[in-house]
């Protein structure tokens, strides 16, 4: 069975300041896509980027990027800029590749604190 | 467009009663999923369906129960509800090309007493 690690459960940074955080995963497929999910205090599930292991350009969706080391199974998370907005939990999840309605696999989150 | 849509946002139940959670999409997903939400973890699959009619377990499906009723619609029910069953419940539905992100609606808070 897959597993998906993150091990910083509380990371806090300046506003305008740079955070990375961390996520490991293991499974013996080669094929599948990594996601990161934040969870503000609203409760909603909202997809903060997607990474496919075929490809080795690592995904950017404006001030987020990722840094995703395939053999040492490690998909980390760089938030630029941090703004008042991205204070939430952060999930890291992983769906098996192939066809069929596979479920996520979900870390136990990170919370991110931003410092005005 | 309101994507994945859950009823109810709150629930309080009392030892052994039965409740269906509902949960509808209407962007044209094949794929749906139940999922819980328990503090200091991350969600687990409790059950999914690739189609209507379609049914599978996910990695906690005891004592819950699905229907897929029809391409839009996914239930959940929990039939003689315990304690440990307290979670926040969330809906998700995804396109069927592979790797598409998962949508999730946002959640119910079911507390169980």
């Known amino acids: 069975a897959q597993t998906v690690t993150q091990s910083q459960p509380e990371m806090s940074v300046q506003e305008a300041e740079t955070v990375t955080l961390s996520c490991t995963y293991d499974?013996?497929?080669?094929?599948?896509?990594l996601f990161w999910y934040k969870q503000p205090p609203s409760r909603q599930m909202i997809l903060v980027i997607r990474q496919e292991a075929y490809k080795q350009q690592n995904a950017t969706e404006n001030r987020f990027s990722v840094n995703f080391q395939k053999a040492a199974k490690s998909f980390s998370l760089k938030i630029s800029d941090s703004q008042l907005g991205d204070a939430a939990m952060y999930f890291c999840a992983y769906r098996r590749g192939g066809g069929g309605a596979d479920g996520l696999t979900f870390g136990k989150g990170t919370h991110l604190i931003i410092q005005p | 467009n309101a994507g994945v849509t859950q009823t109810p946002k709150f629930q309080v139940l009392k030892t052994g009663q039965s409740m269906t959670l509902q949960c509808a999409q209407d962007?044209?997903?094949?794929?749906m999923y139940w999922y819980r939400q328990d503090p200091g973890m991350g969600l687990r699959l409790i059950y999914y369906?690739?189609?209507?009619?379609?049914?599978d377990k996910g990695e906690v499906p005891n004592g819950y129960n699905v229907s897929r009723l029809n391409k839009r619609e996914f239930s959940l029910r929990l039939e003689s509800a315990a304690p440990s069953q307290t979670s926040v419940y969330f809906c998700?539905?995804?396109?069927?090309?592979?790797?598409?992100?998962?949508?999730f609606g946002d959640g119910t808070r079911l507390s169980i007493l």
């Open positions: 962007m044209n997903h094949n794929s």
């Open positions: 499974t013996s497929e080669s094929d599948y896509y």
């Open positions: 998700a539905s995804s396109a069927d090309r592979v790797g598409q992100p998962q949508h």
């Open positions: 369906s690739a189609s209507e009619g379609t049914t």
